[in-house]
């Protein structure tokens, strides 16, 4: 699922020590928390997703980078 694989690379990242996740209800809590602990990504994923991904600009990937 999208949040599986969101969360997954999130969490999969050296240096990332913690993630705000949003949710609008108690499901939405106990499903993200499911798939934080049980999932994740292998390598080959993570390098795919990272191609997929290189060329986005950092000031729309990086919310420091966000105007207010």
Known sequence: S??????????SINGV????IGMENALQLNENTTIFNRVSLSKKLMSELDDI??????DVINPLCWKN
Not at 2 to 11: D, H, P, V
Not at 17 to 20: A, G, K, N, P, T
Not at 53 to 58: H, M, T
């Open 17 to 20: 020590s913690s993630m705000v």
């Open 2 to 11: 999208t949040s599986e694989i969101a969360l997954g690379y999130i969490k």
């Open 53 to 58: 991904f290189k060329d986005i600009p950092l």
